[in-house]
């Protein structure tokens, strides 16, 4: 295949067929409350009264080792003071949690598929079907149907929910809206994904390490896709094409990545050597995705990476292990470092940086990836993946 200058490609790419699905737009929206990383410690132990120095101390090191910078954050003064038991240890506190939950995650849905609908250029009426991610709430009817009539979707929009995915959550939900799309022809299916932490915001603890690592790294927010076979191009401008999705759980590693809900809100355990099981199976994955353009583990430089940044350590080892130029996970590093681990919502956030690099090296006349991975771990221990195909360069 030839690019549109003419140059051959190092490699034989396969072309893709009709049918294929594709992302058509992009969206995105976060919470008003922006916390800099660098005044996070003292704003945590002031508003849950805990003067422990040793605590303080690790969080402190924990907060330069995370690499965040900025994340935003739905927690607020404001609610501390109407619920001051959120702060406060072994309170049953779900229901207070639930209530700022539901609402906090709608209204954010709503203005990232907003931002998403406007940059897509068509009605909200033409969107087909709904798929709607989110580990940070718990409701009948779901969130899913709140989203529908936030923004007015056809009551005859057909709904999918994934609830409690957790950080692969965003890469599950596109491949679910990828097998809609090409199942479906003619369908338009809009993928929102919404987070907050308040539903595991706690007090610091010497019996929970990790809910510091939780608070040196997670932010809230929400993101937003449309997704689409056979787009028109009239009025509509293909971003990626999503070519082959894989999922993929590693038996008996269940409990590497634990979450409960409990009375007072989520708890989470991460296992230590999470970043290792990751890098131990990442390159049996990643071998089934490229498979199809005929590539091997010689040729990971030859591709693109969005991953997400479920933090530096796992990003640093796949670089490692995969043996990276340093600027394969930049899109995902400043992900990370501008949002923090915002769960689900991060993949957009992170193909969102890797539009804005095309751009710009498509106006310096730089060779760019075609053909990359999109890639995210979750609970299970799951990995799930896409071999996607930059349509802007």
Request: charged share 25%.
């Amino acid at each position: 295949m030839e690019n549109g200058e003419g140059a051959q490609r190092p490699f034989a790419w396969k072309k893709a067929g009709r049918g294929k699905a594709t992302i058509l737009a992009l969206g995105k929206a976060f919470p008003n409350q922006l916390v800099m990383q660098e005044f996070l410690v003292d704003g945590y132990f002031r508003n849950t009264n805990c003067d422990d120095p040793d605590l303080k101390q690790k969080l402190t090191r924990l907060c330069k080792t995370t690499t965040v910078k900025t994340r935003y954050v739905v927690m607020s003064e404001e609610i501390l003071e109407k619920y001051p038991e959120l702060a406060m240890e072994g309170l049953p506190t779900v229901k207070q949690r639930l209530d700022i939950c539901n609402e906090a995650v709608t209204e954010m849905a709503i203005k990232a598929s907003q931002d998403c609908i406007k940059k897509w250029g068509r009605p909200p009426s033409d969107i087909t079907h709904l798929v709607y991610v989110s580990s940070s709430e718990v409701r009948l009817p779901g969130g899913d149907l709140y989203l529908a009539k936030g923004i007015k979707l056809s009551p005859e929009t057909r709904r999918v929910m994934l609830y409690f995915v957790g950080c692969s959550g965003g890469v599950a939900g596109l491949r679910v809206a990828k097998d809609i799309a090409e199942n479906n022809p003619g369908s338009r299916i809009l993928l929102a994904t919404s987070e907050t932490t308040i539903i595991g915001y706690k007090p610091p603890s010497a019996e929970r390490p990790y809910d510091l690592v939780g608070v040196a790294l997670f932010g809230d927010g929400a993101a937003a896709m449309i997704i689409g076979a056979d787009p028109d191009l009239s009025i509509e401008k293909p971003l990626f094409e999503l070519n082959t999705a894989i999922q993929h759980f590693l038996p008996d590693t269940e409990k590497i990545i634990d979450g409960r809900l409990t009375e007072e809100g989520i708890s989470f355990k991460l296992a230590r050597e999470l970043p290792q099981i990751i890098e131990d199976n990442i390159e049996g994955f990643c071998s089934k995705l490229m498979e199809p353009i005929g590539l091997s583990n010689k040729d990971y430089n030859r591709i693109f990476w969005a991953v997400h940044p479920g933090g530096p350590a796992i990003l640093n080892r796949l670089e490692k292990r995969l043996d990276l130029l340093p600027d394969k996970l930049r899109a995902s590093r400043q992900a990370l470092k501008d949002y923090g681990n915002a769960s689900s919502n991060t993949i957009v956030y992170v193909l969102d940086y890797m539009l804005e690099e095309s751009m710009k090296m498509k106006k310096d006349d730089q060779s760019q990836d075609e053909f990359g991975l999109i890639l995210a771990f979750g609970p299970g221990v799951t990995f799930e993946g896409i071999l996607a195909r930059n349509l802007t360069i």
